[in-house]
C-alpha cells in the first residue's frame, strides 16, 4: 500500500505540473494577444540605396555607400510595453497621437503614399542640384485621406489610384470634380480603381461635405497627383522603386545617390555616408521624426557620416553622444550643404594604397 500511495502522489504531482504549465503558456499567449494603446519606437534598418535607384546609361562608381536609415514602428502588447521600458533606445507614443483617427491601414498606406512623393521630389532635386533638364509629368491621381462618415468611407482607402468616376477617366487633378459635376446629395456613381496590382469598381454615394462653404456634395476624398520626373536627356533618366519602407525621409538619400551616378567621380570618398530628411524640389532638407532611432541605426552599419536635417541636429547630436558613436554628425538644410561637406572630404585610402 505504501508503494502504491507513492505513485499516486507522483501522478498528482505531475498532473499539477502539466496544469501549472499549462496555465502559464495560456497566460503568457493571451498577453502576447493583448493589446494595448501604445506605438513603440525603435532603431530600425540601415540599407545601401544603390539597389532602389536606377539611372539609364549611369554607371555604379561608389566605394562607399549612401545609406537611409529607418525606424521600427510596433503596435504594443503587453510584453512589447513592458520591455520598451528597459530599452534605452525604445521610445513609446500614444496610438492617438501616432494614427490621427485613422486605422492602421490607411496609417500604412499613407506611409507609402508620402514615400512615393518624395521619390519624385529626391529626382527633382538632384536635377536641380547638377542643372538637368527636365519636365514633371502627372502619373496618377491617388486617394490621400477619407473623410468620415461620407460614402467614400469603408469603400476606399488612402493609396487607392483613381481611374474613373462616374464612367468618366480620370487623367488629372480636375478630372475628380468635373466627374461629379451637376450630382447632387444621394446620387450613386461607380468609382474605378487600382488597390496594389487589383483593379476594382464599386458604387458611391454622394453627401454632403462637412464644413464645406458654400455646401456641396461630393463622395469625401483628399487626393493628389502622383508625378514622373522625366528627363530631357534619356540617359539621364532617374527612378526609384522601393516596396517595404514608408515616409518621406529618405528623400535627401536619394537625391545623393542620383548626383552621384550623374557626376564624375565618387562623393562617397569612400565612405558608408548615412542620413535622413525630406527633400524638396528646390533641394531643401525639411526635418523629420525618429531621429535619435536613425542615429543608433546608422551607427550599428558603422557610417562614417551621418547628414540630418539641421532642425533635428541636437536631438541627433546628444544621442551619437548617449551610446559613443565616432559618427560625424553633420547638419544640413539643403543638398548643396551635404554636397559641399562631402567635397571637403578627403577620399579613404584603399586597402591597396594603404
Known amino acids: 500500500m505504501v508503494h502504491l500511495q507513492r505513485r499516486h502522489l507522483g501522478l498528482d504531482n505531475t498532473r499539477s505540473f502539466l496544469l501549472g504549465l499549462a496555465a502559464s503558456v495560456i497566460a503568457v499567449i493571451l498577453l502576447a494577444l493583448v493589446p494595448v494603446p501604445y506605438v513603440v519606437y525603435e532603431p530600425g534598418t540601415a540599407e545601401d540605396v544603390r539597389p532602389m535607384v536606377k539611372v539609364a546609361g549611369a554607371k555604379d562608381k561608389e566605394e562607399g555607400a ?31 497621437d501616432i494614427l490621427r483617427g485613422r ?20 529626382i527633382e532635386a538632384a536635377y536641380n542640384a547638377i542643372h538637368i533638364p527636365y519636365e514633371v509629368k502627372d502619373s496618377a491621381i491617388v486617394v490621400t485621406n477619407i473623410v468620415p462618415g461620407t460614402g467614400a468611407e469603408g469603400v476606399l482607402r488612402p493609396g487607392d489610384a483613381l481611374l474613373a468616376l462616374n464612367g468618366k477617366q480620370i487623367r488629372s487633378a480636375d478630372d475628380v470634380p468635373a466627374s461629379i459635376e451637376g450630382l447632387s446629395d444621394g446620387d450613386k456613381i461607380t468609382v474605378k480603381f487600382k488597390r496594389g496590382d487589383a483593379t476594382r469598381e464599386e458604387e458611391i454615394q454622394l ?102 536635417p539641421a532642425d533635428n541636429a541636437a536631438e541627433a547630436e546628444k544621442k ?24 571637403s572630404l578627403e577620399p579613404e585610402a584603399s586597402a591597396e594604397g594603404g
Do not use: C, W
Not at 113 to 120: G, I, K, V
Not at 218 to 236: E, N
Open 66 to 96: 549612401f545609406v537611409l536609415t529607418t525606424v521600427e514602428v510596433t503596435f504594443a502588447n503587453v510584453f512589447k510595453f513592458v520591455a520598451a521600458g528597459f530599452n534605452p533606445n525604445a521610445q513609446l507614443f500614444r496610438q492617438e
Open 103 to 122: 486605422t492602421r491601414n490607411d496609417y500604412s498606406a499613407r506611409q507609402k503614399l508620402t514615400m512615393r512623393t518624395s521619390q519624385s521630389n529626391a
Open 207 to 308: 453627401t454632403p461635405l462637412p464644413g464645406s462653404e458654400p455646401p456641396r456634395s461630393g463622395i469625401g476624398i483628399g487626393y493628389a497627383a502622383l508625378q514622373r520626373v522625366v528627363s530631357a536627356d534619356p540617359a539621364k533618366q532617374a527612378d526609384i522603386a522601393v516596396g517595404h519602407i514608408g515616409g518621406p525621409s529618405a528623400g535627401l538619400m536619394f537625391s545623393l545617390e542620383i548626383v552621384n551616378r550623374l557626376t564624375a567621380g565618387d562623393i562617397t570618398r569612400g565612405r558608408i555616408v548615412a542620413g535622413t530628411g525630406e527633400i524638396t524640389p528646390k533641394g531643401e532638407v525639411l526635418p523629420i521624426g525618429g531621429v535619435r532611432h536613425k542615429v543608433v541605426a546608422a551607427d550599428r552599419e558603422r557610417a562614417a557620416v551621418f547628414f540630418v
Open 320 to 343: 551619437a553622444r548617449d551610446i559613443g558613436s565616432g559618427m560625424a554628425i553633420v547638419p544640413v538644410s539643403t543638398i548643396q550643404d551635404a554636397l559641399r561637406y562631402l567635397e
